[in-house]
């Protein structure tokens, strides 16, 4: 089936849905999501979204700290525009109907948090449980527009090029994707002037991660088949806090806790943040305390580190922090009377599809926004809440470029496209050859490309992810595609980029430590680190 429209967003957390929601007002979106439409990063986010609102705060102090945890490859201009933009974008949610927590001692204000690297508290937040109420709102004004249509359990599988339909070299047009319908099995050919990829990040490329199951890198797979450069892929965030427990899965404990005053402690009951970073202990930008805990569990041998806000008191805990607490209790951790058993996780892309600061990308018609994008905010290292800021903003920028730019992409028609071609594809009868390739991936990326990185891992992992590569790609023309197939083939090519990227980087920096070049090299690494498809 094909269908043709004027926009297609290709992802359904606060970046596609915001963006979806604004260009509703002067065309017609389609939104496709691969699983549920709440399955996102956004749904899962606790901690809130940085805005310089108080007094004592300024949006230089705001862009200092961030620049200052982005290591030296923050985008400075990029840097000023987002956090500057954030008022009006958080005035935009409050008018959708989030109600962000109120201070108790003054109800005319806003309950500002204080994370990691923030030198001010500026971190507005929904009880703990911010990011659900952000894509609650959203959804609902999404399922009443008349102008948007949502499709569900639809995983987009490549992009369709005018260079790849008219056999030219370079795709320098997008026209749309190629999608498969999971419940059905069909592929339809989506075609539009304007296609957005908001489709997140990669952690579960990862063995242990924060992500939803969703979070397999298929936007930063698909620009990069399609010619798109990528950059920064080796800067991975891990946050320092994950709960650790055999029935718990990608529960984050976060980074606010250690904000009121949590403490990390280790198997004996000793703070140990302060050997590491002496002045900011636990407050310490997150690759900082990641490496740090890292460290610890690789001296002790133990499997986990502690996180200790008994002292604060139970109401407060219980107050400040409702869904944590619940949950940890659901596990059998009252985490007002017991420290939480913590470990470091993937969190974080701070790289991706390289894009301007109207977050277009290098092929027409084709735009990034989210975690999937790399707009230069975050440099080496995202600065804590900083994410559904620039999702918010970025979105935006996408969608006034696209209003202007519409009528001319719109009067330009798009090429016969042919339907999808499964050629002699026949099922996979023997799902072990994906389920045993994803768990090889995660765990050789885990203990190979993890926190700390060396030459000789980095290597290897190169060397084992060849023959898989290879067998993926054998297997993409001999069998009907699924969703889990989709998905293992764009995690394949994703942690081979972040692999190349971080083998590429000679030096340490944010994300990036490397035990052969532990120091920063700015003279000949104080740049972006770029990744483009050869043979195009």
């Known amino acids: 089936?094909?269908?043709?429209?004027?926009?297609?967003?290709?992802?359904?957390?606060?970046?596609?849905?915001?963006?979806?929601?604004?260009?509703?007002?002067?065309?017609?979106?389609?939104?496709?999501?691969?699983?549920?439409?709440?399955?996102?990063?956004?749904?899962?986010?606790?901690?809130?979204?940085?805005?310089?609102?108080?007094?004592?705060?300024?949006?230089?102090?705001?862009?200092?700290?961030?620049?200052?945890?982005?290591?030296?490859?923050?985008?400075?201009?990029?840097?000023?525009?987002?956090?500057?933009?954030?008022?009006?974008?958080?005035?935009?949610?409050?008018?959708?109907?989030?109600?962000?927590?109120?201070?108790?001692?003054?109800?005319?204000?806003?309950?500002?948090?204080?994370?990691?690297?923030?030198?001010?508290?500026?971190?507005?937040?929904?009880?703990?449980?911010?990011?659900?109420?952000?894509?609650?709102?959203?959804?609902?004004?999404?399922?009443?527009?008349?102008?948007?249509?949502?499709?569900?359990?639809?995983?987009?599988?490549?992009?369709?090029?005018?260079?790849?339909?008219?056999?030219?070299?370079?795709?320098?047009?997008?026209?749309?994707?190629?999608?498969?319908?999971?419940?059905?099995?069909?592929?339809?050919?989506?075609?539009?002037?304007?296609?957005?990829?908001?489709?997140?990040?990669?952690?579960?490329?990862?063995?242990?991660?924060?992500?939803?199951?969703?979070?397999?890198?298929?936007?930063?797979?698909?620009?990069?088949?399609?010619?798109?450069?990528?950059?920064?892929?080796?800067?991975?965030?891990?946050?320092?806090?994950?709960?650790?427990?055999?029935?718990?899965?990608?529960?984050?404990?976060?980074?606010?806790?250690?904000?009121?005053?949590?403490?990390?402690?280790?198997?004996?009951?000793?703070?140990?943040?302060?050997?590491?970073?002496?002045?900011?202990?636990?407050?310490?930008?997150?690759?900082?305390?990641?490496?740090?805990i890292d460290t610890e569990l690789k001296k002790s041998g133990k499997e986990c580190v502690y996180l200790d806000i008994t002292h604060r008191g139970k109401d407060f805990i219980i107050s400040r922090f409702p869904n944590i607490y619940h949950a940890c209790l659901n596990f059998g951790i009252d985490i007002t009377k017991e420290p939480i058993p913590v470990v470091p996780a993937a969190h974080y892309m701070c790289g991706g599809i390289v894009t301007d600061c109207w977050a277009q990308t290098d092929i027409k018609g084709l735009f990034a926004v989210g975690e999937c994008a790399c707009s230069g905010l975050h440099g080496a290292n995202r600065l804590a809440s900083n994410s559904l800021l620039e999702g918010l903003v970025m979105s935006n920028q996408a969608y006034k470029k696209i209003k202007e730019i519409f009528p001319s992409l719109k009067s330009s028609p798009i090429p016969p496209v042919p339907a999808w071609d499964p050629g002699g594809a026949v099922d996979m009868d023997e799902a072990v050859l994906i389920s045993y390739n994803w768990d090889m991936i995660r765990r050789l990326m885990w203990y190979y490309v993890g926190i700390v990185r060396n030459e000789k891992r980095l290597f290897l992992a190169l060397k084992k992810l060849k023959p898989v590569l290879e067998e993926i790609n054998d297997h993409y023309w001999s069998y009907i595609l699924t969703r889990d197939f989709v998905e293992l083939r764009n995690l394949a090519q994703v942690a081979h980029l972040i692999i190349k990227a971080a083998f590429m980087r000679k030096e340490s920096r944010g994300g990036h430590y490397n035990q052969d070049y532990p120091q920063k090299d700015d003279w000949n690494w104080r740049r972006d680190t770029i990744l483009i498809r050869e043979g195009l």
């Open 1 to 292: 089936m094909q269908i043709e429209t004027d926009c297609i967003v290709i992802g359904s957390g606060i970046s596609g849905l915001s963006l979806a929601l604004k260009l509703s007002s002067f065309c017609n979106v389609c939104v496709l999501t691969k699983k549920n439409a709440t399955d996102t990063a956004t749904n899962l986010a606790q901690g809130g979204i940085a805005c310089v609102m108080s007094k004592d705060d300024s949006f230089d102090l705001h862009e200092q700290d961030t620049i200052r945890a982005g290591d030296g490859l923050c985008h400075e201009t990029i840097v000023s525009l987002i956090i500057r933009n954030a008022p009006k974008v958080i005035n935009e949610l409050i008018e959708l109907g989030v109600a962000f927590t109120k201070s108790k001692k003054d109800p005319t204000q806003f309950d500002l948090a204080k994370e990691g690297g923030h030198s001010k508290r500026r971190i507005l937040h929904v009880e703990d449980f911010t990011g659900r109420a952000i894509q609650k709102a959203l959804l609902k004004r999404i399922c009443a527009s008349e102008h948007i249509s949502l499709f569900e359990d639809h995983i987009a599988i490549d992009l369709i090029t005018e260079g790849k339909i008219r056999g030219k070299s370079k795709g320098q047009r997008c026209l749309g994707a190629y999608v498969l319908e999971v419940k059905t099995g069909e592929i339809h050919t989506f075609l539009a002037p304007v296609t957005i990829i908001a489709t997140g990040g990669a952690g579960k490329v990862y063995l242990y991660t924060s992500n939803p199951d969703v979070a397999t890198g298929d936007g930063i797979a698909m620009a990069y088949r399609a010619g798109a450069r990528i950059a920064n892929i080796e800067f991975v965030q891990f946050h320092p806090t994950c709960l650790y427990h055999p029935d718990a899965k990608n529960f984050l404990i976060s980074e606010a806790l250690r904000g009121e005053g949590a403490r990390l402690i280790n198997h004996e009951g000793k703070r140990f943040m302060e050997d590491y970073e002496p002045i900011k202990k636990e407050l310490a930008c997150r690759d900082i305390v990641a490496r740090a």
